[in-house]
Structures are given as C-alpha cells and as structure tokens.
C-alpha cells in the first residue's frame, strides 16, 4: 500500500520559497503540459472539475521533472504543505466555467450559496467573507511515483513538511475522526457569516460580530455556531 503524507510547513535550509516566480513556472507548465496521447492533462482536469465529473486534482511531480523543472519539483516535495495554499490559489485563478453540455444537479455548495446571496441582499462584503476554500469542488492531491520507498522505521523529525512515500500493509484502522478547518458564525443581529480559519488542533471561539453593519450600528451582535457551514 503506498501513501503520500505530508505534515507541517517547513522550509529547506532556513531559505523562504519565492512562491511569486513559482507561481508563474508551475501555471505555465498546468497550461501546457502535454501528454504522449496529445491531451492537456491539467487543462483537461481543471475541465473536468468544473463539469463536476470529477473531484481530485492530482499534481504529479514526475511532471515536472519531465519538462526539466527539477528545482521546483524538489521544492514543492521538500516543503509540501507550504505550497499546498499557492497551488490550490493557482487552480481556483484558472478554473474554467462548466462547459456547455455539463449536466449536474445542485449540490449543498450551491443552495448554501444561494442562500447566501439573497441574504446579502446586494452586500457585496458578504459574499466576499466566503473562504476560497470553501468554494472548491476539489482536492488537491500532489504525488511522486518516482520517490524511493522510505520504511516507516526511518521515519524522522527532519521528514515533517515533506512528500514522503512509505510502503506498508495495513492491518487495522480506526474510524475517521473531523477535522474542523473553518469555524462558521452567524450573527443574531444582523445576519452577518463570520468564519474562523482554524489551524491547529484548539481553538477560542469567536463572540461577537465584527462586520461592517454591526459596527455602523454600534450594535456588536452574538454569534451563534452553524455546523452546517
């Protein structure tokens, strides 16, 4: 069984990533990376997404080493969970809309949007306190076929922010547990969506309403969870 596991963000060396220049050399290659077959691979997974046909976005790093951007592979591998925000920006900026003939039913993402809307009631700042994240169809999953098998015993310290690939037989598993990554709020006065990026394991509650509305009235409203988000 392989795994791909990656942790916490590190960098290599102490050195920060210039995740501008990045940017621009890993959008390049999503553009024009071609296949023996002649297809787009990521044009046509960023298609597929749109059209809802499919839900994982798998970056493979063997790619890039194919059209010689070996540096940049090596820093998106030794530093993964650091670029796993860019390169999910760098897909949300060139998702295209649904093609014409895609035939879905709305999901839960587009009723709690709608809903949304019409609470806005043409509040623009509203709509824009959505987490990107929150808006994606997808996963991001980022692999190396060609990494070398690292036996769990070797697992070290020094592997933490990294792309590993461990292989093992699995022999028990326990019941997935939640993980809460957004925190989502509503206001009991003015009906404001608040929500709380929750990076690690606790987390304090938010209180009261800090929009635009509650401190134009001077009325800063409860805020009440919505696990539904």
């Known amino acids: 069984v392989r795994s791909h596991t990656a942790a ?45 046909k499919k839900q994982v976005f798998e970056l493979s790093l063997d790619d890039l080493h194919s059209v010689m951007e070996n540096e940049l592979a090596d820093r998106i591998q030794s530093n993964t969970m650091g670029y ?35 609470g806005a009631d043409g509040d623009e700042g509203l709509m824009r306190s959505l987490p990107p994240a929150m808006h ?35 022999t028990a598993a326990t019941a997935i547990k939640p993980k809460i990554q957004y925190a989502a709020y509503i206001c009991e006065q003015c009906g404001h969506e608040i929500y709380q990026a929750v990076k690690g394991d606790v987390y304090t509650p938010e209180v009261t309403c800090s929009s635009e509305r509650c401190k134009a009235n001077q009325n800063y409203g409860r805020l009440f969870f919505q696990p539904r988000g």
């Open 8 to 52: 916490m963000a590190g960098t290599e060396k102490g050195k920060l990533p210039n995740y501008l220049d990045d940017h621009g050399r890993l959008e390049k290659t999503l553009k024009s990376f071609t296949e023996s077959s002649g297809s787009l691979k990521y044009v046509d997974m960023l298609q597929a997404i749109a059209d809802r």
């Open 84 to 118: 796993m925000d860019q390169i999910s920006k760098l897909i949300d900026e060139n998702m295209p809309q649904p093609s014409p003939d895609a035939d879905f039913e709305k999901d839960t993402l587009d009723v709690l949007n709608e809903d949304r809307e019409i």
């Open 136 to 170: 994606r169809r997808y996963q991001l999953v980022i692999v190396h076929d060609g990494q070398k098998r690292l036996p769990l015993r070797q697992l070290r310290a020094d592997a933490v922010g990294k792309l590993v690939t461990v292989q093992g037989i699995i």
